[in-house]
């Protein structure tokens, strides 16, 4: 099945810590981004990539980093540098076909620091 | 980046239609206007886009005026699995980029 799966579920991280997210995609879409999103509120851009080896900084790109060596993944960092790094954290890739697209979304990741 | 503007919350019984609107006064000639809805702890699901004028797919339409300065999702009979957060987008074209910058969204709560 063509889809774009984030892993792990939920994750737990000690203050201090670094931590990879993981999203991979088969749809063979160009465009990857990652969002944040804190309870009651709306989606946040982190990253965005439009072609492998290049990404450009969204809204809130402070104390995260991302990689794109491939089309099918876009790994999301998030540093020791993030002061509050607990939040719902989504993928999402799209085509990009003039200014018409469709972005899908994964699951989701639940990064909770203890 | 066109900015958009949705109510917050918005309240529907059983069974009647919903229509959400959202404004964009700074919509591009180029840019789509996109409609995605999100349930708890998921990811955002695409519902619709359009450009100009109407348009209607199997769970919603869309109409846009011709200033295309705002545009409204139209929900017909909705149900309790309507219950979601409903965001507007609208897509940025410059050199060859798109980014998705979602707002706030629309709370929209239907009640039995």
């Known amino acids: 099945d063509g889809g774009i799966t984030q892993s792990p579920k939920y994750l737990f991280r000690k203050e201090g810590q670094n931590v990879t997210l993981s999203c991979e995609q088969n749809?063979?879409?160009?465009?990857m981004y990652w969002y944040r999103q804190d309870p009651g509120q709306g989606l946040r851009l982190i990253y965005y990539?439009?072609?492998?080896?290049?990404?450009q900084k969204g809204d809130i790109a402070e104390g995260y980093s991302v990689s794109r060596e491939k089309k099918e993944s876009f790994p999301l960092t998030v540093t020791s540098a993030q002061k509050n790094p607990t939040a719902f954290y989504l993928c999402?890739?799209?085509?990009?076909?003039?200014?018409?697209?469709?972005?899908?979304f994964g699951q989701g990741t639940r990064l909770t620091v203890v | 980046l066109a900015k958009t503007t949705q109510p917050i919350s918005m309240d529907s019984y059983e069974g009647q239609e919903v229509n959400i609107t959202c404004s964009h006064n700074?919509?591009?000639?180029?840019?789509?206007i996109t409609w995605y809805q999100q349930f708890p702890s998921q990811g955002p699901r695409f519902i619709i886009q359009?450009?100009?004028t109407k348009v209607t797919n199997e769970v919603a339409s869309l109409f846009i005026p011709a200033d295309r300065k705002s545009s409204t999702l139209s929900l017909p009979r909705v149900s309790l699995s309507d219950t979601a957060v409903y965001y507007c987008l609208v897509g940025t074209s410059g050199a060859g980029s798109y980014q998705l910058t979602f707002g706030k969204g629309t709370k929209l709560s239907v009640i039995p």
């Open positions: 999402a890739s799209s085509t990009y076909q003039g200014a018409s697209t469709e972005a899908f």
């Open positions: 749809l063979n879409h160009d465009a």
């Open positions: 359009g450009y100009k």
């Open positions: 700074n919509i591009a000639t180029n840019d789509y």
């Open positions: 990539s439009q072609i492998v080896n290049d990404f």
